[in-house]
């Protein structure tokens, strides 16, 4: 399939969507994955936790193997042609990790980061002509039912529009991050929801306290193809980029719009 196939596979993003993404930053989309995708993608992410070895070395990534459809999942595509570009080649997936949080695990992940007008061209977030311009852009797979306020990742919900706080220039007031100073959102949801934020917003993980279930998030952020944020990650190497379907081994290409061409 090529990246026009992508293009035309993708589901497009709704009007109120993108209000909500322009008003807040983010946005929360209930169950998008079957159980079957849910089940296959813990599965993977158990044996990639506890095996890895057992798994074929192309594999050996969050979203490899039984995974990576998760890549280009038609439901992320509509969204990133909204806010990154409408060409899906300029596109580029720059970094991935996982999440996993109980509520025995002593550490507190509250280190908020991010929120405010921000100039570099990874955190930006513009809106102009009618568009969004959203910078890099974070793409939450929650593959374990979130009980509100026990886990998920929160959110300043406006943050990345807010001019007199800027953690670019170390102006984010102390007293907004406390995590009863009122401005935090958060959220509940089923397993196989996605959580879709700029990462211009300010934002942080949390301590995971719902005894039921453990946290079991796949974090992606997709980013401009002119631009890089992350260093490389060393699980998306060549041997797993070479073993994706060849229309997804292009969400990995080198940072640059314009090929060179040749002289006829
Ligand atoms: O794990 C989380 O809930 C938050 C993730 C985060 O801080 C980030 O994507 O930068």
């Known amino acids: 399939m090529s990246t026009a196939a992508v293009a035309t596979s993708a589901q497009g993003m709704s009007e109120y969507e993108q209000f909500l993404f322009d008003l807040k930053g983010f946005l929360v989309i209930p169950s998008v994955l079957t159980v079957e995708e849910i089940q296959r993608l813990r599965e993977h ?16 990534a969050p979203i490899a193997g039984p995974a990576e459809f998760l890549i280009d999942h038609p439901r992320v595509m509509g969204i990133l042609q909204a806010v ?29 980061h991010a929120g ?22 974070r793409i939450v797979w929650e593959l374990n039912e979130v009980v509100k306020g026990q ?32 401005i935090w959102e958060t959220y509940g949801c089923p397993a196989g929801s996605l959580v879709v934020f700029s990462e211009g917003v300010r934002h942080t993980a949390a301590k995971w306290t719902h005894p039921d ?43 640059w719009v314009l090929a060179n061409k040749r002289p006829s």
């Open 116 to 137: 405010g007008t921000n100039l570099d061209p990874s955190n930006s977030y513009r809106f102009h002509n009618g568009r969004i311009y959203s910078g890099m852009t």
């Open 84 to 112: 990154i570009d409408p060409k899906p080649e300029r596109i580029r997936l720059e970094s991935v990790f996982v999440s996993n949080r109980a509520a025995v695990d002593s550490n507190d992940p509250w280190r908020p």
């Open 45 to 60: 992410m158990t044996s990639l936790s506890k095996a890895a070895d057992s798994l074929p070395e192309k594999h050996r």
């Open 213 to 255: 279930n453990g946290r079991n998030a796949i974090l992606i952020a997709y980013n401009h193809v002119s631009v890089r944020f992350h260093e490389p990650k060393p699980c998306m190497n060549r041997i797993v980029i070479e073993g994706l379907a060849e229309e997804r081994q292009s969400f990995f290409r080198d940072v």
């Open 151 to 182: 886990g998920g990742t929160c959110l300043v919900p406006g943050s990345h529009k807010a001019n007199l706080g800027s953690a670019q220039l170390g102006t984010w007031p102390e007293a907004a991050d406390d995590p009863d100073s009122g």
